[in-house]
């Protein structure tokens, strides 16, 4: 286990690049076994949980190269259809990979995924969904057995904007001949990103970014593929310039299609300017022009940045109520804010109130899960002395390199073997 040691008061300045989408390459992926020959895909970002989904498709006999930010995938050696529970337990989008499975061999074994611990995170409506296509789904020694025997082309109307449950019904309806219809459907980049992949491989998608979607599906081919830039990772570097009060040009940031969260950001006195391609926080008196915030489906704002966005609202001045209706343990790792000083009140597992801004102190901090463990270390970037932040592994499965980001930002943090003290 590896451990960062964070000195805060240091402002962020300076330029930085943004990876790829890590949702939407761990859909692409999965996608790319549809196809009778090779894909490759460019921006890939190196994170851990993209490393277990490339072992768990070896494990089915997929041949991977990997090269930097390139991943070619050849799923020309495809041949088994039964998901290692145990790398399937590791992260939420293993379950991506029943689809392409089903389409290629008509079953499949799924474990019921695992990932962050922020809520109830149930596969009804993905299952619904398969449910309406012909899958007949049973439970047997805690696993899922999938079979597609019956294959239907049936429009359907989700239970939820489900956005892994769309990008299923994406990849499944790209296989079948004719046509169907997908209503009600996620809307977010990384579904986009997905849609125009599958475009690419041969699958004809109409509608794509709206949430009524048409398919009529046929043979697919491997194709290349350039993975969208991350903007949660966009919105979080936002937020960690504003915080520190520096100047920090964010490229791969296109402003026009990030809209709520740049509204958001502005709301709470954030300035910058825009390129075509780019974003720059500038020095900002941080002051709350509104006093609710809540995250909704896309194009509203993320839940995923809801938890950075709570630690801008602790340096702003004004009292705001910040909402995520959807997951209720995301608000639970306020309590490491509060011990550093915050002046935050649970209102319920949904809702905190925050007050600022308040005078952050360093403290021993614990990362719980992907957007709490960088929310933690965006906090000892403003505390004043040094914080101790354990279990950092859990934020690589979704930030390339970021202590080594943030030191090129100028942060004064150091990554350290819990085990032994080596850097």
């Excluded at 004043?384 to 100028?410: A, W």
Aim: overall charge negative.
């Amino acid at each position: 286990m590896s451990k960062f040691i964070v000195t805060g008061g240091k402002p962020l300045n300076g330029k930085i690049r943004l990876f790829g989408n890590k949702n939407s390459a761990l859909k692409l992926i999965p996608a790319a076994l549809l196809a009778d020959s090779p894909s490759t895909f460019t921006n890939v970002p190196d994170i851990s949980d993209i490393s277990v989904m490339l072992e768990l498709i070896e494990r089915l006999g997929v041949k991977v190269k990997r090269e930097d930010h390139t991943v070619t995938i050849d799923p020309s050696g495809l041949s088994s259809y039964d998901l290692d529970p145990d790398l399937s337990s590791r992260f939420r989008a293993s379950v991506v990979l029943a689809a392409p499975l089903l389409a290629r061999f008509g079953k499949t074994i799924v474990t019921p995924p695992g990932g962050d611990q922020i809520g109830e995170r149930l596969l009804d409506t993905h299952f619904a969904m398969m449910q309406k296509m012909g899958v007949e789904i049973a439970r047997k020694d805690g696993r899922f057995f999938l079979d597609w025997k019956h294959r239907k082309s049936s429009d359907i109307f989700l239970d939820e904007p489900s956005v892994t449950a769309t990008e299923m019904g994406l990849m499944m309806a790209s296989s079948l001949p004719g046509g169907m219809k997908i209503e009600d459907a996620a809307t977010e980049p990384h579904v986009t990103d997905l849609a125009m992949f599958l475009n690419k491989m041969g699958s004809k998608i109409s509608g794509i970014g709206s949430n009524v979607l048409n398919i009529e599906g046929g043979p697919m081919n491997g194709a290349e593929h350039r993975i969208c830039p991350d903007h949660i990772e966009g919105g979080t570097f936002a937020i960690a310039a504003a915080i520190t009060g520096g100047e920090v040009e964010i490229e791969g940031f296109e402003i026009d299609k990030y809209p709520m969260v740049m509204n958001y950001l502005s709301y709470m006195g954030v300035e910058f300017k825009a390129t075509d391609h780019s974003v720059t926080v500038m020095p900002s008196k941080l002051v709350a022009k509104r006093r609710k915030f809540q995250t909704r489906p896309w194009p509203g704002f993320p839940t995923d940045l809801m938890s950075p966005f709570i630690v801008l609202a602790t340096q702003t001045q004004g009292t705001v109520l910040c909402h995520d209706w959807m997951y209720e343990w995301r608000m639970f790792f306020v309590d490491d804010l509060i011990s550093m000083g915050a002046n935050i009140f649970i209102a319920d597992p949904h809702r905190v109130i925050v007050s600022g801004p308040t005078h952050l102190m360093s403290d021993r901090l614990f990362c719980k899960d992907i957007r709490a463990g960088i929310s933690v270390i965006l906090a000892a970037l403003v505390a004043e002395g040094k914080s101790e932040i354990e279990n950092v592994e859990v934020v690589n499965r979704g930030y390339e390199k970021i202590d080594e980001r943030l030191r090129e930002l100028g942060a004064e943090i150091e990554k350290y073997d819990s085990s032994n003290g080596q850097k």
